[in-house]
């Protein structure tokens, strides 16, 4: 089961018990934007935090082909998809139609891959 850190509101004034608190003191992002963060220990979109050590992937899927660009006009759509170690079924964790915001993804990704010597798929 994914073990994304959740920081859920309670009308009791206390955190959940599953919260924890993440703190990026010393650590600058390597890409930031959209709600999408990712440094070289932590993948954060909107809603959840993944360390990456914990993550088996992480990859980016796009949906659409020409005919459908051609036909509906419609840009195809990119998902960025994790699986963690325990459970290598891919989910999707964000999803976009800028090309441009994915490049950038996909490059912030190498320079982890690059940096804790992972192999790239």
Known sequence: MFSPVRH????????????????YRHEKPLFSAKGVMISR????VPGMTF????LGFVRVVRF???LSKVLLR???????MV???SQ????SVFKTQDAALIRQIEEAIDTVAK???VRKE
Request: hydrophobic content about 30%; proline content about 11%; charged content about 20%.
């Open 8 to 23: 859920a509101a309670r009308t009791d004034g206390k955190k959940p018990a599953t919260a924890m608190k993440i703190t």
């Open 41 to 44: 220990k932590y993948l954060t």
């Open 51 to 54: 360390t990456l050590g914990s």
């Open 64 to 66: 659409g082909n020409v």
């Open 74 to 80: 419609k840009p195809p759509t990119f998902h960025l």
């Open 83 to 85: 699986g963690t170690k």
């Open 88 to 91: 290598p079924a891919p989910v």
């Open 115 to 117: 940096t804790l010597n």
